[in-house]
């Protein structure tokens, strides 16, 4: 792999003013893409600093996960010596991201006079300018509402914040986008990225909110299963679950096999009078199918069952903690993880970026001790 | 908006082998983006053009939804007439992004003969070539162990699929920056993108394998409350449910006052001992929280509750249904959604990418008819 690889973005400085997890991702990225991201958080840090889980020492691992690879400097931004010195940074660097908005001093308005191709990205809460964090546009967006066991009453949350990573997905993909646009053409970009508007465009693309609006309908609670798809989970009879999906006819036709149902399968269908080749058809009727299937689960251990569905086409997967995957050859085997020795933290696992360019990846770099550049980035940016 | 903005990718062209959902979204996230995006289906199309939610005629809303402003060619990929053909066009474009792996025609190995500069992106299951989908994937990520009822047993799947659409951002990102390395060196790129490791780095970067990894624990299944913060849904008199979220001292400080429980939560502070300015002091004593804040919610119809929640600073949010999402002010009176007129679909609200440029967005275009540029685009890119 060329450094060129490995650095496509090399070069390009990037101002960070953030906290949690979207624009902290979105810097993250940029840097792990080659630039320099500077993270400028207020004195004591910012209100993620100290966000949970948290090491036996009280460090934050969660602020260690999200800021690897970054610069970091600590400003007083109340005084309007520390807003100017900002201010000055992110004229130098030509690229400010922020989700901190409703700040006079640190709007496009007032930075383009001082960088005119400047690229201002704002992460907000919703379109219309009210707050808003990943949790509570997750109640807003229909998903708690047909999460969860079948027969459960009221909403089920989501435990990873879907909405908080593409948001910093989205907005790492608008910075490439506009430093394209103002390579191209010099010219800027005011970039403003609403959370919601990621959640309501996502629910949109994917067709939940799509068949309400053209069919006056939409999908009840399904437990496990998937919609219009043949899949769910299974316990086997030591207590373990897989999740089991059968995409295409082949994949059906082999977990009947697998099974020992083939000919039930048949029978059935030929009670039913319907062609389980059809993927609507084994949604519709998943709950016979379910009764089919369950029972040779019920009786066979987890291993047994990993052994059939490795030897046939089934797209499956074991449930599994977090703790188990952790130690498990997925991670600790993965050329994705690399040792880290992490101030504060320790020496883990941690992840680059899930690709591979040219047969390697990318490693992560630790990230920095809170106010660490504060003399370091002024002298080479600002040559002061 | 200047052109530039609008189309930073203009005079990209880029062939999808594709189907379901990470490289169909980052295809249609290329095209938005102004790239020329030409997907490529077997004849009848691929695996995913029947998948529900389908209109009344049967036509796959799933599937226009995420193939926006695409080009379509429908080609017999068996054939070596077919492969010769759609080899000569990834040749032309210069990239490929593909989910369908192992194809030795499509390989990387095959067509840098014909392209050295190539970008070549493949998207696969696991890093160890065997396969997944999101549903699989995220069984074995270790969430749905700790998502949905704190007195469930067995596992609990998202709805949403966050690994497909994390992993077809994270796609764009990578074509993004091979673009840019390709401008600036000359060099194409190889790029693997396993779904898995974009969950398991998800999964790493939020700290829940980091907290396995270093403490040697991993936090317990929660119910709607968040971990390390005070959050969780409370249900009103009327029967709706609201997700409300404290995520600094002030946030909780505005709670209390809304909820009349100023002096009880003092109280409570002085017989705990605890500072509940501290966040972790939130997290670990919110069940007796809960019981005081439940009273008042349980006590006021959504209308009130909305009301107090909006005069305070609180995070919050109800929980909706798709159905009333999609037609509530949120979806019809914002920006980001315009009516698309789509061939067999009907006219409906559908989203751009979820970021305003210069104050505009960039409304959808409809997705192609299967097949549609059969004629046209070989004409224009091999001027036959």
Known sequence: MSSAAAQPLSGVRIVEISSFVAVPLAGMTLAQLGAEVVRVDPIGGAADYHRWPLTAGGDSIYWAGLNKGKRSMEVDM??????????????AAGVLITNVAGRQ????????????????LEVVGRADGTTGVDYTVNAATGFPLVTGPVDHVGPVNHVMPSWDVSCGLYAALAILAALRRRDATGEGSRIRLPLDDVA????????FLTEAMVNGDQRPRLGNAIYGQYGRDFAT?????FMVVAL???????????????EAVAALADALGVDFTDEGRRYEHREVL???????????????AGAALSASSVLWDRYQSFAEVATSPRVTANPLFAPLQQDRIGTYLAPGLPMSIDGAHIPAAPAPLLGEDNS??????LGR
């Open 290 to 304: 379910d009764e089919l299937f369950a029972g040779w689960f019920g009786s066979h251990t987890a291993a047994e």
């Open 237 to 241: 009879s030591d207590g373990e679950s």
């Open 200 to 207: 309501l465009a996502t629910a949109a693309n994917l067709g």
């Open 248 to 262: 295409t006819a082949r994949h059906f036709r082999d977990l009947a096999e697998l099974t020992g149902t083939t």
């Open 105 to 120: 001093w640190h709007s496009h308005e007032a930075l383009r006079t001082l960088r005119p191709d400047l690229i201002h």
């Open 78 to 91: 109340r005084s309007p010596d520390g807003q100017h010195l900002v201010q000055r940074l992110i004229a």
């Open 376 to 381: 370091a980035v002024p002298a080479e940016w």
